[in-house]
T-cell receptor, first 115, second 108 residues
Framework: GAGVSQTPSNKVTEKGKYVELRCDPI?????LYWYRQSLGQGPEFLIY????????DSGLPNDRFFAVRPEGSVSTLKIQRTERGDSAVYLC?????????????FGPGTRLTVT | GQQLNQSPQSMFIQEGEDVSMNCTSS?????WLWYKQDPGEGPVLLIA?????ELTSNGRLTAQFGITRKDSFLNISASIPSDVGIYFC????????FGTGTSLTVIP
């Protein structure tokens, strides 16, 4: 079946601009995660959705970052007033989260470059 | 955020050799996941572990959930060139925390 998809694959934006990154999870997966990965590092947790609601947003670095999942499927990560330090690969993962299963399946990521 | 300590940081091995890597934390985790990531791609799930002491295999890969619940181990037997990549562990305590990665190079 189809895996997690993310668009765009690459995004270059100027400092101060607004960007949206999209994630399409695996069909039927109720849990959706956003991570940020800097070069040479492991993924860093940003936010986790269970259905439509954000169950844990403790990883969002500041109020410039916001994410939504209005219908419990597709999610959008929004970054306002981008800064050069926001440059990273943004990864999305989905999980069934049923019966104690927590396996997360990742998309290919969106590489964000802020110039 | 918290990151788990993985070792070794990098490995250079001959094709056919076995590989061992581990992941340690100061916190207790309820789930351990192991991933492999190739350049420019997202991490691919290799093995999931749910119980302390659990030993799980996936082909040539074997992973163990440490009995203290603060560590996990991944072994790869008879390495082949396509095993090249970066291996990450991830532990769950509420959210998931990822390790710093082990870069594996296999020399044919």
């Amino acid at each position: 079946g189809a895996g997690v998809s993310q668009t765009p694959s690459n995004k270059v934006t100027e400092k101060g601009k607004y960007v949206e990154l999209r994630c399409d999870p695996i069909s039927g997966h109720t849990a959706l995660y956003w991570y940020r990965q800097s070069l040479g590092q492991g993924p860093e947790f940003l936010i986790y959705f269970q259905g439509t609601g954000a169950a844990d947003d403790s990883g969002l670095p500041n109020d410039r970052f916001f994410a939504v999942r209005p219908e419990g499927s597709v999610s959008t990560l929004k970054i306002q007033r981008t800064e050069r330090g926001d440059s990273a690969v943004y990864l999305c993962a989905s999980s069934i989260h049923g019966g104690g299963a927590y396996e997360q399946y990742f998309g290919p990521g969106t590489r964000l470059t802020v110039t | 955020g918290q990151q788990l300590n993985q070792s070794p940081q990098s490995m250079f091995i001959q094709e056919g050799e076995d590989v061992s890597m581990n992941c340690t934390s100061s916190s207790i985790f309820n789930t351990w996941l192991w991933y492999k990531q190739d350049p420019g791609e997202g991490p691919v799930l290799l093995i999931a572990l749910y119980k302390a002491g659990e030993l799980t295999s996936n082909g040539r890969l074997t992973a163990q959930f440490g009995i203290t619940r603060k560590d996990s181990f991944l072994n790869i037997s008879a390495s082949i060139p396509s095993d090249v990549g970066i291996y990450f562990c991830a532990g769950r305590s509420g959210q998931f925390y990822f390790g710093t990665g082990t870069s594996l190079t296999v020399i044919p």
